[in-house]
């Protein structure tokens, strides 16, 4: 996907940790693509919701700074607070890009912010978590940004979940693929943990509708979605929200969540058909 800015006038520090796991060897340039990548969209959402200036930003999850490394060169006046649960990317990026480091806990809830933000990022944190989980994140996300503050995160839907259905390789094959699709053609939200996880450590590969999304979207009346942009960040969805206390009515109620399990259903025939059952 072309460019939506012109970044080039940026002075981007392009030191990379030993440790990033975000690195593959012959790819560094795939890795800053997609930093500058979120800083494009992060500009975008400051067009939308004409918020020429970010002065408190939250990274979170920050990895070693492939996003933040470019918030650094745009935002070089603003406070950004490093936040993972990888202790050794939060100490980089502290050292690194002059962020304010805050080491990261399973329960978000934990977190010691005393103060909101006026910009969020999450790059592919909910992506790979379980609904309750997820939902959790979000009500965390909207609590920490200030009035007139964004959000912008990822999470993966039709895209990714289509690719899986047709067969697509080295996407996921650490998971039970036919139950995750099973799952999320029923109700618009999937998960499944990856093999090699622990039940206490619980990470996995979530899917997540546009609907389903809106649906949940209800419990906030006072988040407005400026932007669903489907593929908008590699194979995953970008999600932008503003907030702006009681904007809407809550008239559309509250949404059961979690959605209610079904003890045993039958694949659907197109759904058999897909996964050669």
């Known amino acids: ?57 939250l990274d979170l999850p920050c990895g070693h700074g492939r996003v933040l490394r470019w918030l650094r060169a745009q935002y070089d006046y603003a406070h950004i607070t490093a936040c993972d649960l990888d202790r050794g990317g939060v100490d980089f990026c502290a050292s690194q890009f002059r962020a304010n480091p805050v080491y990261s806990e399973p329960d978000l809830r934990a977190l010691p912010f005393k103060s909101q933000f006026d910009l969020i990022w999450v790059g592919s944190l909910v992506t790979h978590l379980n609904q309750e989980r997820w939902l959790r994140t979000l009500d965390c996300l909207v609590n920490w940004v200030r009035e007139c503050g964004v959000v912008v995160f990822t999470t993966q839907g039709r895209t990714v979940s289509s690719l899986l259905a047709r067969g697509r390789r080295n996407i996921a094959e650490n998971i039970d693929k036919p139950a995750l699709l099973e799952e999320y053609a029923r109700t618009g939200f999937a998960y499944q943990r990856y093999f090699e996880s622990t039940p206490a450590e619980d990470y996995g590969l979530a899917l997540s509708s546009p609907e389903w999304l809106m649906r949940v979207l209800q419990r906030y009346p006072d988040v407005i979605m400026r932007a669903y942009l489907e593929e908008a960040w590699g194979m995953q969805d970008v999600v932008i929200l503003y907030k702006k206390a009681g904007h809407f009515e809550p008239l559309l109620g509250v949404p059961e969540v979690p959605l209610p399990v079904v003890a045993s259903a039958k694949k659907s025939g197109w759904l058999q058909k897909l996964l050669g059952k």
């Open 1 to 57: 996907m072309r460019p939506l800015y012109d970044f080039s006038r940026l002075t981007v520090d392009r030191t990379l940790a030993p440790g990033d796991g975000m690195v593959t060897a012959g790819l560094e340039e795939q890795y800053f693509d997609l930093g500058r990548r979120a800083l494009e969209l992060i500009h975008f959402s400051s067009e939308l919701c004409d918020k020429p200036h970010y002065p408190d930003i």
